[in-house]
Structure formats: C-alpha cells, structure tokens
C-alpha cells in the first residue's frame, strides 16, 4: 500500500500567501517562499502552489515566485494557475516544479492534458477541479458541477464525467477541490471525494475543509483519498504536519515518517 500524503497548499495572490473561505474574502497570511521552507522542513510530502487571479486575470503566472520556492524545497512541488499551454508548463517545469496543474484552461481546451502527458509525461500533469454542490439534472447527474475562473464562472458540466474524461486524456493525478467546504474547516467533501475516487484508476487529492486530525482521518480512510490538501489547518496553527503525521500513524495509516 502507497503511503497518505499531507500536502499543504499555497495559494498566493500578488506574490503573498492568501486564504479565504469558499472562494471570497481572502486575506494576506505570509509570504509563500518562507511558508514552503517551514512545511518541507515539517515533513510535508509535497507542496502544492496555486496562483489564485492569474486564470481570472487572464495573466501568466508569477514564475519568479515559483522560482524562488523551488530553491527552498527538496520535495515534489506541484503549481497550477494560468497555465493555458505546453510553453507555460515547460516553464513551471524548469523554474522547478515537478508537476503542472491545469484547471480551467483544461476544461476549455482538454487537449492540453494529453498534450502536457505525451511531451512531459501523465505523473507532471495534474487536474485540478473546483467543484459545487448542485441539483441533480440530465446535464449533471451526479450532482457536482465543475467551476472554473478561481470559482467565478459555472461550466454545466459534470465532475464525474469530468474526471473519467481527463483520466483517459493523460491525467497523472487529480486536485479535488469542493468549494462548499473551502476554508470552512468543517470538513471535506466527503461523498464528492469518495465519488471521483471510486470512479478513476489515479490518485486523487482531497481539497477543501480541514480543520482537525479527524477530517484528515476520515478523508483518507472513508473518503478513499490517496492524499489531503491542508491550508487553514496549518497556516493558522492548529496542528503541524508532524502532529498530523504522528497521529494518522497512531491510528494505523500508513504516512511517510520524515524524522
């Protein structure tokens, strides 16, 4: 059996680490540099860099930023927002990164993933999906709608089918991101994570919710997730990644030890 991993997320808006809740209200909590020193330094097994405005902004995403962090690391690092095309990935790749997300540039051009998978390989292309809760309907019958735009613009479109689609395109991974639960520390997603999960053959990332041990537990044992996203958890200091760690341990999940 594969080892959990905890990753926390760096979502960065003008160069500064934000957070918010459900997509709004974001607030400045740190620089993003120093901020994936301190985790990779904790024992995080990856970390995982979102440029939140740069798809909405219609902007290239801050590679210096990118650059900067990578130096800091010696960990898989993962950086999405803005990528539209094989160039912006090659450039992420080489400031450092060992994985492309793409999310909304994917849902308007798919072709992207099996183009980023057949020049740079499927375990660098990550699909990020920010997902909502609606009625379920002949168009989305599963009930989970794909959103794109930093959670702006509603697609119509089915997660499910989604990600059985990107899944067959290239994906190495999949980012599963509920934005009913972002930042409420109430909990993930838990039937859209077992959802996705069930119904592809590639890992899939918890997103969305954390704010105890518990829901870190839960999602990865109930919830069938390969791996949990964890921001407000950590950047506000309710636990740490050892204390995480140390406690899936105790409870019999299997975790990378890093001391």
Not at 51 to 78: L, Q
Not at 204 to 226: E, M, Q
Request: aromatic share 6%; proline share 2%; hydrophobic share 40%.
């Amino acid at each position: 059996m594969l080892s959990k991993r905890i990753i926390p997320c760096l979502d960065v808006r003008e160069g500064k680490t934000t957070k918010g809740i459900k997509f709004k209200e974001n607030i400045d909590i740190g620089d993003p540099v120093e901020m994936a020193r301190f985790y990779y330094e904790e024992g995080a097994d990856e970390v995982v860099f979102y440029d939140i405005t740069a798809s909405s902004d219609r902007r290239d995403i801050m590679i210096d930023v990118v650059r900067r962090v990578a130096r800091e690391i010696y960990i898989p690092f993962c950086v999405g927002g803005g990528i539209r095309t094989l160039e912006d990935m090659r450039a992420v790749l080489l400031a450092g990164a060992e994985k492309v997300s793409v999310n909304s540039a994917a849902v308007l051009n798919p072709r992207i993933i099996a183009e980023g998978a057949e020049v740079f390989g499927r375990q660098c292309v990550v699909l990020g999906m920010d997902v909502k809760k609606v009625a379920s309907s002949d168009r989305i019958p599963s009930g989970y709608e794909v959103v794109i735009d930093g959670g702006r613009t509603r697609m119509g479109r089915d997660a499910l089918e989604w990600a059985k689609e990107a899944e067959s395109l290239g994906a190495g991974e999949i980012c599963l991101n509920s934005i009913d639960a972002d930042g409420t520390q109430e909990g993930y997603e838990m039937t859209l994570t077992s959802l996705i999960s069930e119904n592809v053959g590639i890992p899939v990332i918890a997103s969305g919710g954390a704010g105890n041990i518990d829901h870190i537990y839960d999602v990865l044992t109930r919830g069938k997730a390969d791996a949990a996203l964890v921001a407000s958890v950590v950047h506000y200091g309710t636990h740490s990644i050892r204390q995480i760690k140390e406690e899936l341990n105790r409870r019999r999940v299997k975790v990378r030890m890093a001391w």
